[in-house]
């Protein structure tokens, strides 16, 4: 009888094998009605363990493997919420391989949770939500920062949300929210007033589709100090090809230079200036030859292109004249010159490109971050993203003394604790 301990046999190079599975596991994730961010989240950190295990057949890991693979993300400098949130997609894989596949409990089971501390929502005061208001130039963004401060929506919550939808008489809007519930929720007066004026300035919204959609970006060009001396003005029109399709380009433009045109290029040759001044003085070219070059004959080749060098330096006409340019001193002047540029390159050019913009297509949910961060940085409250709002929502009706069982149909966990934790310590 053989002693000694005993090595458990286990299959490697199954890489397309884990990619068929994981591919099952997403088709199942989409068929359950998960968002695609939730999708993407799972596939990737799915896809990270299987890149880490280097090919191990994925029945056939154990919790020693997703230990190893925890501690390397923390060597990579992961949080402890990133963890565990990986740590959750890797059990829901192993779970979906134990239900469609006859495999294994989880390996993920053995492992504990650890406490993950957990910071507290950041929200806006009173004052810098209107300050936020305050700094809006259109009125779409104006109804979309009241909209958010009014209703406390999820920014998808925003890009579902639909004219048809609005009960203007009851001031009540119906969204389709996380896990594809339905939630009806008051508009406050604000809130109506900002979006009747936003749908007044747009007439083509008419009264059904998406609240909020995109608009047909203005071009405004730009300016740039080259070198530092030349203005040049760039903006994108669109050009027609010789096929008779429309494609969009980036143009340029010199409008003016901060002082006088010189004459640039390189510097002059000493002895073609030597030249020059010899040839003015009334000497021979035999003469100016050796003066030129004294220790050594020059070659014909050599005098050949020292004579014509010479002649177009004492020959004024040969040379081109400068062109008197346009001085622009200060930035504001050649940004006022550059946008007229633009303005008249807008209305020549044609005015159906290829790629026109869907105007009935709603705002996605990175226009909304987009939109609600250059506001913030333009008030000066630094980084400002959507569900700040929706925090703020929560805090001032809290404020305001509302329910907090009210206030908690409109919030998330998180929010919701932190309110519960607000009212407690007050």
Known sequence: MAYGKLREVRHLHREEENSARLEEFVNVLRADGRSEHTITAYRFAVKDFLDFMCGLEVNEVSHREVRE????????GCSGTTKAARKHALGSFFNFL?????????????????????????????????????????????????????????PCEIVGARLEDIKWDERIIKVLGKGQKERNIPLGRN???????????????????????????????????????????????????????????????????????????PKPDAAITQAAALRRAGRTWPEIFAL??????????????????AYYRLDDSKRSPLKPSEQITTYDEARAKAQELVVQV??????????????????????????????????????????????????HLLEGEADLRAIQNCSDTRTFRLLRFTRTAT
């Open 69 to 76: 693979w925890l501690h390397w993300l923390d060597a990579q």
């Open 98 to 154: 134990r239900d469609f596949h006859g495999g294994k409990d989880s390996p993920t089971r053995h492992i504990p949770n650890r406490r993950v501390k957990k910071r507290l929502p950041q929200w806006l005061s009173v004052e810098k939500t209107q300050q936020l208001l305050a700094v809006t130039d259109n009125p779409r963004d104006r109804a979309l920062i009241e909209f958010m401060w009014g209703t406390g929506c999820r």
């Open 191 to 265: 809130a109506i007033k900002a979006l009747q004026g936003y749908l007044g300035s747009f007439p083509h919204i008419g009264k059904t589709g998406f609240l909020f959609r995109r608009s047909l970006p203005v071009q405004q060009g730009g300016i740039q100090l080259q070198r530092g001396r030349n203005w040049v003005a760039f903006w994108r029109e669109n050009r027609t090809l010789p096929d008779g399709t429309v494609k969009r380009v980036l143009r340029g433009k010199t409008l003016g230079m901060t002082g006088e045109r010189k004459r640039t290029g």
């Open 292 to 309: 030129v070059s004294p220790d050594a004959e020059m070659s014909r080749e050599a005098q050949q292109r020292l004579q014509g060098a």
């Open 346 to 395: 807008r209305n020549d050019s044609p005015r159906e490109p290829a790629h026109t913009v869907d105007l009935e297509a709603p705002l996605n949910t990175r226009a909304i971050g987009r939109i609600v961060k250059d506001l913030g940085l333009k008030a000066g409250l630094g980084n400002v993203f959507p569900y700040m709002l929706r925090h703020s929502y929560a805090t």
